[in-house]
């Protein structure tokens, strides 16, 4: 399973728009790009999967460049509830089964 | 919208005793896991289910720990003989198919005193 690089915190504001980074540099050709959000005392929850190009829904955007090494999740107009932590994934091309959870993105936001 | 449950939420056992938890998956779904995470740790794979039997376990998940889908519906994790380190929030997670997504429940968190 590939190995994820993304910011241990990131502090916004109500309103704006959040961006968070992931590297995933060793990113395997099956492999897809997975987001999860946690908050305290409670199970992650899935937000969004990609494997190229840009993936939308009706909570955030996934942008993935040609190369793949990289993702970036956007958050449009976070709200105070939007304050949790953030976890890139990447496997589950085929064959592969569990999560490897990292130490995620600790994202706050401020009213 | 379908979610997996789990119970207990809260549960506290003392050292040595044994404790199930347990869990409901997702009612189509086919692939089944337990995680845990320790207090301000990050999330670890315990073990993955599927067709009756463990298709892929941790060097967490040792002869202490023991999975099974006793019927249709539930998924339990059994704990013979917890120590003071097994205390931590455990997720049960389900999928329908590989490559899909995996669901989380709300947790168990588990004190073992």
């Known amino acids: 399973l590939a190995k994820t690089t993304q910011p241990i915190s990131m502090d916004s504001y109500e309103g704006q728009e959040v961006n968070i980074t992931c590297s995933h540099n060793n990113i395997a050709t099956n492999d897809y790009i997975t987001w999860y959000q946690q908050f305290p005392s409670q199970g992650p929850r899935f937000i969004i999967q990609g494997y190229k190009t840009k993936v939308t829904n009706e909570v955030a955007s996934l942008f993935i460049p040609a190369d793949r090494k990289s993702s970036t999740l956007s958050l449009p107009r976070v709200s105070l509830s939007d304050t949790a932590v953030y976890y890139c994934?990447?496997?589950?091309?085929?064959?592969?089964?569990?999560?490897?959870f990292g130490t995620g993105t600790r994202l706050q936001v401020f009213p | 919208e379908p979610e997996v449950t789990q119970t207990p939420s809260h549960q506290v056992t003392q050292m040595g005793q044994e404790v199930i938890l347990r869990c409901v998956p997702i009612?189509?779904?086919?692939?089944f896991y337990w995680y845990r995470q320790i207090l301000g740790q990050k999330v670890e794979f315990l073990v993955s289910f599927y067709n009756n039997e463990i298709s892929e376990k941790s060097e967490i998940f040792d002869d202490q720990f023991s999975v099974e889908r006793p019927d249709g519906s539930n998924f339990t994790l059994k704990i013979r003989s917890t120590k003071l380190e097994d205390s931590a929030m455990y997720f049960c997670?389900?999928?329908?198919?590989?490559?899909?997504?995996?669901?989380f429940g709300p947790g168990t968190r588990l004190l073992v005193l």
């Open positions: 009612s189509n779904h086919l692939y």
């Open positions: 997670a389900s999928r329908s198919r590989a490559g899909e997504t995996q669901y």
């Open positions: 994934l990447v496997g589950l091309g085929d064959n592969t089964d569990k999560l490897i």
